[in-house]
């Protein structure tokens, strides 16, 4: 079964981690193998509540795009070293296939043997021999005679003219392989000569005198049924494969290597037939270019969004199964029928607890616990004017699983994301930050929610500085920074490139801008600033 994956936006905040991490404990409480993931580093805020309640932090998801190990290539496709060409040969005829990874005792990948290399093999005038006792067996549908030696190597010869011709000519060395028929002398020759093994052909039968002799001697010898024409023929399919290696390297695919770098190089290389390998070079088996056909998407449920630019890289190239939000709908679409879940609620995991009511699962505490922290953390503790009846009910009933109390457990929260003494003003912007598209302009809006401003305030220049920053290197119409004061209600302002945007903004907020100005009961990007903006840029 494929793993689903589960997983905010981009740039977590605590209200996207915590309804992943809920949400996956509900799929799986339904029978659904998942996992929740992050799309990027979670903040103090998130590091606390999760922290607190011993809850395990989601791993880093760089990507959804398809990779090798996604396609149905051919599994656990590969041969041994030691294999006969034959066994190669009809191995491939087998599984129709024209190309076959081989491997050694421990199944590194050593080379691909592909029908075009038997061919020319079939063609080849060499006559050495370098196989195992049992592959010439198989072969020639042989009989075993005398054994010695588990391995034979040794030049191929066949007796095809007159016996003392073959007598007076031939020099028998302990490395010659004799192919011959019921031919005493020349049998009795070769076993005293200690030649390596003696190939009768037609089931000839050796004469007992001379069996002696072969066993003193250490002689191997089969039998076959075949005549000497067919003897000849078949016998140098018997070889290793491994005898076919050449020192051209081999192409070879790793599971993990993306599927559109595969097509790109495939079209340099020509091949049909690819080894796919580990990190540690162990085959696992064969794809083919016929195979790219049959593939698997990575399958992924999205929460806390529904556009392509807050989501995970690749996301075109996945199958979406749900999508759970309480924004305004993207521009994320699907081929096939999907479950989308919207509603106009402050927290996400006000939709998750839904969900749980729906299938009639408990809520865990710690489950609870983060799941109360992830709407205080959204809402600004029912604050904000996103915030719902539907948000306040399930935030009574989250503490009576819990056990907390949301004012004092807001209050933690809320001092755990306030300490900004050791991080970077770019690390603080990036935290929480969105992209907006609005026709052909995008802007980037990043939010701050503090419990008391002012450090952000005595670094208002550096804070402006990186803003400038991240609309240049994004090529960005805007940027613009919300430092939202919990104890006061309202967010400070501070915005990119001056005066351009400060007139953008004096008439979307219907009020003289400038920089690092307080707009009281401001706290919602969502709400109260992103549409006034979308309205009148």
């Known amino acids: ?51 607190r309640f011993e809850i395990k932090h989601p791993r880093y998801l760089n990507n959804v795009k398809l990779q090798v190990r996604d396609i149905l290539y051919h599994k656990d496709f590969y ?17 129709n296939i024209t190309g076959v990874p081989i491997v050694d005792s421990n199944n590194n990948f050593l080379n691909i043997i592909t029908a075009k290399m038997i061919l020319k093999e079939s063609f080849s005038t060499h006559n050495i021999l370098r196989t195992s006792y049992d592959n010439i067996l198989k072969s020639l549908e042989a009989q075993e005679v005398l054994k010695f ?8 010869n066949a007796v095809t003219y007159k016996s003392a011709t073959f007598l007076e000519e031939f020099n028998f060395t302990n490395e010659d392989i004799l192919i011959v028929g019921n031919r005493n002398s020349i049998i009795e020759a070769a076993v005293t000569n200690k030649v390596k093994l003696v190939i009768l052909t037609q089931m000839s039968e050796i004469k007992e005198e001379h069996l002696k002799i072969a066993k003193e001697n250490k002689v191997n010898i089969i039998k076959t049924p075949y005549n000497s024409f067919k003897t000849v023929k078949k016998i140098m399919l018997s070889n290793y494969v491994s005898t076919l290696f050449n020192d051209n390297r081999a192409f070879t695919l790793q599971e993990m290597d993306y599927y559109d770098d595969f097509l790109e190089e495939s079209k340099h290389l020509g091949y049909n037939n690819y080894p796919v390998v580990d990190k540690e070079g162990k085959c696992k088996g064969l794809l083919r270019l016929t195979d790219i056909r049959n593939r698997e998407k990575k399958k992924v449920i999205l929460v806390d969004h529904n556009e392509f630019s807050q989501s995970v ?29 919207n509603m106009t609620v402050g927290s996400i995991n006000t939709i ?38 539907t948000d306040k009910i399930v935030v009574r009933e989250l503490e009576k699983i819990s056990g907390l109390d949301y004012k004092e457990y807001a209050t933690d929260i809320f001092n755990a994301s306030s300490n900004i003494d050791n991080k970077s003003v770019m690390d603080l912007i990036k935290t929480d930050i969105k992209t907006f598209n609005n026709g052909s302009n995008q802007f980037k809006v990043s939010q701050m929610t503090m419990m008391d401003a002012q450090k952000v305030l005595d670094r208002k220049d550096k804070f402006i500085e990186a803003l400038n920053e991240i609309k240049n290197s994004s090529q960005m119409e805007f940027v613009l920074l919300m430092v939202t004061d919990i104890l006061r209600n309202g967010s400070y302002l501070f915005y990119s490139d001056g005066l351009a945007t400060k007139n953008l903004l004096s008439r979307a907020l219907e009020k003289d801008i400038y920089e690092g100005i307080f707009l009281e009961q401001t706290v919602s990007r969502k709400k109260q600033v992103i549409p006034a903006i979308m309205e009148n840029e």
Not at 149 to 156: F, H
């Open 313 to 341: 890289d690749g996301l075109n190239e996945a199958e979406i199964l749900e999508v759970i939000d309480h924004h305004k709908i993207g521009d994320i679409s699907t081929s096939n029928p999907i479950n989308f879940r």
């Open 1 to 51: 079964m494929n793993k689903v994956y589960i997983f905010g936006h981009k740039f977590p905040d605590t209200d996207s981690v915590t309804s992943a991490i809920a949400l996956s404990y509900l799929k799986r409480k339904q029978g659904i193998y998942n996992e929740a993931r992050v799309l990027g580093e979670i903040n103090d805020e998130t590091k606390y509540i999760l922290d």
């Open 149 to 156: 030696d588990d391995e034979i190597y040794g030049a191929v």
């Open 79 to 95: 041969l041994s070293k030691q294999s006969s060409i034959e066994d190669v040969y009809l191995y491939m005829e087998q599984n």
């Open 352 to 389: 998750i607890f839904t969900l749980y009511q729906e299938a009639r699962i408990e809520i865990p505490k710690d489950i609870a616990s983060i799941m109360l922290g992830g709407i205080i953390s959204d809402t600004l503790a029912l604050t904000s004017p996103t915030t719902t009846e």
